[in-house]
C-alpha cells in the first residue's frame, strides 16, 4: 500500500519591473498598502495540490524571502507574466544554487518555454488540465520534466478555490477572483486567445458565490476584482450570473465594490450595465487601442468600429462606472495626425487613467507571426529588457511601417499632454459630472482599507510630493466634494492614482528622448555607398 508522501512546496511570486505603468507604486505609499493586486494564479495553483502537501506563499513584491524559507521547501513553485521574467529567472538560478527543484508555469513559460529551460519543471498551459501528471511524476521520484496542457479545454467549473488563506490581505489594495478565461474576439496584438481561446469558459454560479462566500467569511472587504480578460465574452452566461451576484452582495450588506475588464461592446448593452450597476461594480478596463477606425480594422478589432467610441464610454459613466483604458502607438495604419487624433479623444471621453504604450510584439500572437513572415522581427523579441520592462519604453520591438521618430515623437506628445497636471485634473473633474452612481452602493463597507484613508490627507499627500500639480488637483478635489460624498471619494482615488502616473510618465518621457537621441547618433550613410537597386527596392 502506497502512502501518500509529505511535500513542502515554497510558492514564489516574482519581482514586477519597477519601471511599470501597472506597478503604481508611489500611488500604493499614499494608500498605506504594499502592492495594487494579489497573486491569484499562484494561490489557484495551491488549491490544486493535494491536501496533504503543505503550501507557503512569498510574494517578493510585499517582502524578501530567506535561506531559512529556501531550507524548509522541497520543492519551489514560480512563473509569471512578462514583466516579471527577469526575475523569474533570477529566482530559477537562486533554486538551482540551493538545490531546489523549481517548477515553472504562467502565461510568459507557457508562451516562451526555451527561455525557461534551466526550470526543472515546466507546467505549461492551463494547470488545471495538467498539474496532476505533474504531482504523479514527482510523487513516482522524478526530478524534472515538462508537462503541456492540451488547449483551451480545462474545465473551470472544477476548478477550486483559491488559497485566499495564504495572501496577507493588508498588503494590497484589491483582491481578484476569476469568473472567465477566453474572449470571443481576433485582435492581432493580443495573447488571449492563443493562451485561453476564443470561447470563453465560465465558472458556474454555485462556485463563484461559494469563492464570495470564503472571502467573507475571512473577513475581508473593498475593492474585489473579477480579473477575466473579457467579462462579458460569455453574455449568456453572464445574464444568469449578475442577479445572483447582485442578490449575493445585497444579502451581505455589499461588502465588495467590483471591478473588471470588458470590451467596448458593453455599452450595446443597457441590460447588462444595469446589472452590473445593482451588482455594484464601479470600474471597467476598456481596451480602445486607437480612435482611427482604419488601424482598428487592420489589427482586427472590429467591436470598436462603427460606433462613436467616446460615446460608448460615456453610456458606461451613465451607468455608474468609470472607465480606464488602454491605448497603443505603432500601428502599421497609423496616420501623421495619430497624436492629436488620440489626445482629442483622451480629452472628449473624459478617461483620467489612459494607459498608452508603445506596441509590443508579444510572443504567441498573430501580430508576432505577421511580422516574422515579414522579417520585421526583431532578434529575441521575446526577451524582457531587464529595465523598463513594459511597452511605455521598450516597445516597437520590430521593424516599423512608419519612421520611428515619427511614432517616438508621437508617443512622447500624448503623454506630455494627457499627464500634464491641468489635464489629467480637469479630465477628473469632467468625469465625476458624468458619472451617475445612483444604482451603486454610496458608502465603502466597514472594514475596507479605503474607508480608513481620509481625503483631505490623501490629496495633502499627493501635492506634497507633487507641487506642480498642487493647483489643479485641489480645486478638482474641491469641485467634486461639493458636488456628492461619493463623487469626492473617486476623484481621490484618482488622484491618489497620480502619484504614480504623473512621476511615471516623465520617466517614460526621458526614456523616449535617450531613444530619439539614440537615433540621431546612428551613422549616416554617404548617399555615394548606398546601392541604388537596394534603395529601390526598399521604396
Same mark, same amino acid.
Not at 502592492?35 to 524578501?64: K, Q, S, Y
Not at 502599421?332 to 508603445?358: H, R
Not at 516597437?396 to 521618430?405: A, E, G, K, M, S
Not at 488622484?495 to 535617450?514: N, Q, T, W
Given at each position: 500500500?502506497?502512502?501518500?508522501?509529505?511535500?513542502?512546496?515554497?510558492?514564489?511570486?516574482?519581482?514586477?519591473?519597477? @519601471?511599470?505603468?501597472?506597478? !503604481?507604486?508611489? %500611488?500604493?505609499?499614499?494608500?498605506?498598502?504594499?502592492?495594487?493586486?494579489?497573486?491569484?494564479?499562484?494561490?489557484?495553483?495551491?488549491?490544486?495540490?493535494? @491536501?496533504?502537501?503543505?503550501?507557503?506563499?512569498?510574494?517578493?513584491?510585499?517582502?524578501?524571502?530567506?535561506?531559512?524559507?529556501? =531550507?524548509?521547501?522541497?520543492?519551489?513553485?514560480?512563473?509569471?507574466?512578462?514583466?516579471?521574467? #527577469?526575475?523569474?529567472?533570477?529566482?530559477? @538560478?537562486?533554486?538551482?544554487? +540551493?538545490?531546489?527543484?523549481?517548477?515553472?508555469?504562467?502565461?510568459?513559460?507557457?508562451?516562451?518555454?526555451?527561455?525557461?529551460?534551466?526550470?526543472?519543471?515546466?507546467?505549461?498551459?492551463?494547470?488545471?488540465?495538467?498539474?496532476?501528471?505533474?504531482?504523479?511524476?514527482?510523487?513516482?521520484? #522524478?526530478?524534472?520534466?515538462?508537462? $503541456?496542457?492540451?488547449?483551451?479545454?480545462?474545465?473551470?467549473?472544477?476548478?477550486?478555490?483559491? /488559497?485566499?488563506?495564504?495572501?496577507?490581505?493588508?498588503?494590497?489594495?484589491?483582491?481578484?477572483?476569476?469568473?472567465?478565461?477566453?474572449?470571443?474576439?481576433?485582435? &492581432?496584438?493580443?495573447?488571449? $486567445?492563443?493562451?485561453?481561446?476564443?470561447?470563453?469558459?465560465?465558472?458556474?454560479?454555485?462556485?463563484?458565490?461559494?469563492?464570495?462566500?470564503?472571502?467573507?467569511?475571512?473577513?475581508?472587504?473593498?475593492?474585489?476584482?473579477?480579473?477575466?480578460?473579457?467579462?462579458?465574452?460569455?453574455? *449568456?452566461?453572464?445574464?444568469?450570473?449578475?442577479?445572483?451576484?447582485?442578490?449575493?452582495?445585497?444579502?451581505?450588506?455589499?461588502?465588495?465594490?467590483?471591478?473588471? @475588464?470588458? %470590451?467596448?461592446?458593453?455599452?450595446?448593452?443597457?441590460?447588462?450595465?444595469?446589472?452590473?450597476?445593482?451588482?455594484?461594480?464601479?470600474?471597467?478596463?476598456?481596451?480602445? &487601442?486607437?480612435?482611427?477606425?482604419?488601424?482598428?480594422?487592420?489589427? /482586427?478589432?472590429?467591436?470598436?468600429?462603427?460606433?462613436?467610441?467616446?460615446?460608448?464610454?460615456?453610456?458606461?459613466?451613465?451607468?455608474?462606472?468609470?472607465?480606464?483604458?488602454?491605448?497603443?502607438?505603432?500601428?502599421?495604419?497609423?496616420?501623421?495626425?495619430?497624436?492629436?487624433?488620440?489626445?482629442? !479623444?483622451?480629452?472628449?471621453?473624459?478617461?483620467?487613467?489612459?494607459?498608452?504604450?508603445?506596441?509590443?510584439?508579444?510572443?504567441?500572437?498573430?501580430?508576432?507571426?505577421?511580422?516574422?513572415?515579414?522579417?520585421?522581427?526583431?532578434?529575441?523579441?521575446?526577451?524582457?529588457?531587464?529595465?523598463? #520592462?513594459?511597452?511605455?519604453?521598450?516597445?516597437?520591438?520590430?521593424?516599423?511601417?512608419?519612421?520611428?521618430?515619427?511614432?517616438?515623437?508621437?508617443?512622447?506628445?500624448?503623454? &506630455?499632454?494627457?499627464?500634464?497636471?491641468?489635464?489629467?485634473?480637469?479630465?477628473?473633474?469632467?468625469?465625476?459630472?458624468?458619472?451617475?452612481? =445612483?444604482?451603486?452602493?454610496? &458608502?465603502?463597507?466597514?472594514?475596507?482599507?479605503?474607508?480608513?484613508?481620509?481625503?483631505?490627507?490623501?490629496?495633502?499627500?499627493?501635492?506634497?510630493?507633487?507641487?506642480?500639480?498642487?493647483?489643479?488637483?485641489?480645486?478638482?478635489?474641491?469641485?467634486?466634494?461639493?458636488?456628492?460624498?461619493?463623487?469626492?471619494?473617486?476623484?481621490?482615488?484618482?488622484? +491618489?492614482?497620480?502619484?504614480?502616473?504623473?512621476?511615471?510618465?516623465? *520617466?517614460?518621457? #526621458?526614456?523616449?528622448?535617450?531613444?530619439?537621441?539614440?537615433?540621431?547618433?546612428?551613422?549616416?550613410?554617404?548617399?555615394?555607398?548606398?546601392?541604388?537597386?537596394?534603395?529601390?527596392?526598399?521604396?
Amino acid at each position: 500500500m502506497n502512502v501518500p508522501q509529505p511535500c513542502k512546496v515554497l510558492m514564489l511570486y516574482p519581482l514586477f519591473s519597477a @519601471e511599470s505603468f501597472w506597478s !503604481f507604486g508611489e %500611488s500604493c505609499k499614499v494608500l498605506g498598502v504594499k502592492r495594487p493586486a494579489a497573486p491569484l494564479g499562484l494561490i489557484t495553483v495551491a488549491a490544486m495540490l493535494p @491536501e496533504h502537501w503543505t503550501v507557503r506563499l512569498i510574494d517578493c513584491n510585499t517582502e524578501a524571502f530567506s535561506d531559512k524559507d529556501l =531550507s524548509w521547501a522541497d520543492v519551489v513553485f514560480t512563473g509569471g507574466m512578462m514583466p516579471q521574467q #527577469a526575475d523569474t529567472l533570477r529566482l530559477i @538560478e537562486i533554486c538551482r544554487a +540551493a538545490g531546489k527543484p523549481v517548477v515553472i508555469g504562467g502565461p510568459d513559460p507557457t508562451s516562451s518555454p526555451h527561455i525557461y529551460e534551466r526550470a526543472d519543471f515546466q507546467v505549461l498551459g492551463e494547470a488545471e488540465s495538467v498539474l496532476h501528471e505533474f504531482v504523479a511524476a514527482w510523487d513516482s521520484g #522524478a526530478r524534472s520534466g515538462v508537462f $503541456i496542457a492540451p488547449k483551451f479545454q480545462a474545465d473551470v467549473t472544477k476548478t477550486p478555490v483559491p /488559497r485566499f488563506d495564504l495572501l496577507k490581505f493588508e498588503d494590497y489594495l484589491y483582491l481578484g477572483v476569476q469568473y472567465s478565461r477566453g474572449c470571443p474576439f481576433t485582435c &492581432e496584438f493580443c495573447d488571449i $486567445i492563443e493562451l485561453y481561446g476564443r470561447v470563453p469558459r465560465t465558472k458556474t454560479n454555485a462556485q463563484m458565490l461559494v469563492e464570495l462566500d470564503r472571502l467573507y467569511a475571512m473577513g475581508y472587504r473593498g475593492h474585489l476584482d473579477f480579473v477575466d480578460d473579457n467579462f462579458i465574452g460569455n453574455k *449568456k452566461s453572464l445574464r444568469l450570473f449578475l442577479p445572483q451576484l447582485a442578490e449575493w452582495q445585497r444579502a451581505h450588506g455589499y461588502p465588495f465594490e467590483l471591478s473588471t @475588464e470588458a %470590451s467596448v461592446n458593453l455599452a450595446d448593452d443597457p441590460e447588462l450595465l444595469d446589472l452590473m450597476g445593482q451588482a455594484n461594480f464601479f470600474a471597467i478596463f476598456v481596451g480602445i &487601442e486607437s480612435p482611427d477606425p482604419a488601424t482598428l480594422v487592420a489589427m /482586427r478589432k472590429k467591436q470598436n468600429t462603427r460606433r462613436n467610441i467616446a460615446e460608448s464610454i460615456h453610456k458606461i459613466y451613465a451607468a455608474g462606472m468609470l472607465v480606464t483604458a488602454g491605448f497603443i502607438v505603432g500601428f502599421d495604419n497609423e496616420k501623421l495626425s495619430m497624436a492629436d487624433a488620440m489626445i482629442d !479623444f483622451i480629452e472628449e471621453a473624459a478617461i483620467p487613467v489612459s494607459m498608452v504604450g508603445l506596441l509590443y510584439a508579444l510572443p504567441n500572437t498573430q501580430l508576432t507571426r505577421r511580422l516574422e513572415r515579414e522579417g520585421r522581427l526583431h532578434p529575441g523579441h521575446d526577451l524582457a529588457p531587464t529595465i523598463g #520592462a513594459d511597452q511605455c519604453t521598450a516597445g516597437i520591438n520590430f521593424d516599423p511601417v512608419r519612421p520611428l521618430r515619427d511614432i517616438l515623437t508621437d508617443y512622447k506628445r500624448v503623454l &506630455e499632454h494627457i499627464y500634464s497636471p491641468a489635464a489629467y485634473a480637469r479630465r477628473v473633474d469632467r468625469l465625476m459630472t458624468l458619472l451617475d452612481r =445612483s444604482k451603486q452602493r454610496q &458608502e465603502l463597507a466597514e472594514g475596507d482599507i479605503r474607508a480608513g484613508i481620509g481625503a483631505m490627507e490623501t490629496v495633502h499627500k499627493v501635492v506634497t510630493a507633487l507641487p506642480e500639480a498642487r493647483g489643479p488637483l485641489w480645486q478638482t478635489f474641491m469641485n467634486c466634494a461639493k458636488r456628492d460624498t461619493t463623487s469626492a471619494r473617486i476623484a481621490v482615488q484618482m488622484i +491618489a492614482a497620480y502619484a504614480h502616473l504623473g512621476p511615471f510618465s516623465r *520617466k517614460v518621457i #526621458a526614456a523616449i528622448d535617450e531613444r530619439l537621441a539614440a537615433l540621431d547618433e546612428e551613422t549616416v550613410i554617404p548617399v555615394a555607398t548606398i546601392d541604388v537597386t537596394a534603395a529601390r527596392h526598399l521604396a
